[in-house]
């Protein structure tokens, strides 16, 4: 059988787009809660401290994280389809349990849970792509992937946006959850095959060099595998600060749950939409400068925050950021691919994601302190300036990545 395996994007595309029906899906997990937390929090519970707010965010990230590094660990042992069914079971319950929470504990056990389920399934259909699809489609790949789980996380937000709107904050919203995680572990069990055997297809003509230690070379020693880590880490702890404390200033603001349904929901659907083109770029262009480019206009948007109140503007801002994180989100994961060895591949992305979405908790947390001791536009603006102060790590200590012939 291992013969007649082909790599490529057109070569596997009823494969391919299973998975990306299935990411969007995985997207739409996290899309329940990004609109409406903060009122379903003080509303519900009586829980107002900016602090104690992101601490569910803090929950997720850790928990992610760590799951997205065991993700990779275990690809290649337990198997990446193995690994997405058991993600979706743990996706099972989060709905169940926000719209039936008695306290506030159960609102952060029910995070633990989702974060689990996005390490596991989001971990395996990158991998599985990039598996799919071999060296030349990769930024296409992971632009479309990461597409579909973005842009199912703004649809979502807007959908529970206008639903908390009309109905209340719960249990309306949290039904969606159900559809979403049943339908994803149907999609999962009956329909995805494993990728494995791709990966031993790849090994056979690469010629990248293994790394001695995959952990210490992606987080700290190879230059480009790190930066590429430091880059990802910061870019979750700005989308930490605006998944937390965006609502809560648009409610400063006094938006309504529409409006600010709205504006946080154009963030994440211009992120996910802008993919489908970014991920093409990365094969083409170079990864470095799109990177800081990338990174640069985040940190530009986000200083910007804080002195604008009109909903066009806040939208504007919302869309420059959307842009932002469209061109670096495929990029990070491509590049990480190109200078990895196939068989070290998942466990690198693992590692990158570690890194990556304990940006999570540690944006949370620090924009939560800063957002409580001096107000939430002083947090906004420290998280703005580490953004394009990463930005100039991978200006200056990034090389070159190599380019692919297409």
Do not use: C
Not at 231 to 256: E, H, K, Q, R, T
């Amino acid at each position: 059988m291992r013969e007649n395996i082909k790599l490529g994007l057109r070569e596997n595309w009823k494969q391919f787009l299973i998975l990306v029906i299935v990411n969007a899906f995985v997207g739409g997990m996290v899309g329940l809660e990004r609109t409406i937390f903060p009122q379903f929090a003080e509303s519900e519970f009586g829980v107002g401290s900016n602090t104690a707010i992101l601490f569910f965010i803090v929950a997720f990230g850790i928990t992610k994280a760590i799951t997205n590094y065991f993700t990779g660990k275990l690809a290649n042992k337990w198997g990446r389809k193995n690994l997405l069914v058991l993600g979706w079971l743990f996706a099972i319950p989060v709905p169940l349990i926000l719209m039936t929470a008695s306290s506030w504990n159960w609102v952060i056990f029910a995070n633990i849970l989702l974060g689990i389920n996005q390490g596991l399934t989001w971990s395996s259909t990158v991998v599985m792509k990039i598996d799919l699809v071999g060296e030349k489609n990769r930024g296409t790949a992971m632009g479309i992937n990461e597409f579909a789980g973005y842009f199912a996380v703004g649809v979502i937000a807007l959908l529970t946006g206008f639903i908390a709107q009309k109905y209340g904050v719960t249990p309306y919203p949290f039904y969606l959850g159900i559809g979403i995680s049943i339908i994803g572990l149907l999609l999962s069990f009956f329909f995805v095959n494993d990728t494995r055997h791709f990966v031993h297809k790849e090994q056979v003509s690469t010629k990248t060099e293994e790394l001695e230690n995959v952990f210490l070379e992606t987080s700290f020693k190879n230059k480009t595998l790190s930066s590429i880590t430091q880059a990802g880490l910061v870019n979750n702890l700005n989308d930490g600060m605006i998944w937390g404390l965006l609502p809560i200033l648009l409610l400063s603001f006094n938006f309504d749950s529409k409006s600010i349904g709205i504006i946080a929901a154009i963030y994440p659907a211009v992120w996910g939409l802008g993919q489908l083109f970014t991920g093409r770029m990365a094969d083409f262009y170079s990864k470095k400068i799109m990177l800081f480019i990338g990174m640069l206009a985040q940190g530009i948007a986000i200083l910007l925050i804080p002195y604008f109140s009109e909903f066009y503007q806040l939208v504007s801002i919302s869309i420059i950021l959307g842009l932002g994180t469209a061109l670096v989100y495929p990029t990070f994961l491509s590049a990480i691919a190109d200078a990895t060895q196939p068989g070290q591949r998942a466990e690198s992305i693992g590692i990158f994601r570690l890194w990556r979405d304990m940006g999570y908790a540690i944006g949370a947390i620090l924009s939560g302190v800063i957002a409580d001791i001096f107000g939430i536009e002083y947090s906004v603006l420290f998280i703005g300036i580490i953004t394009i102060l990463s930005s100039l790590i991978i200006k200056f200590r990034m090389p070159e990545t190599k380019k692919i012939t297409i």
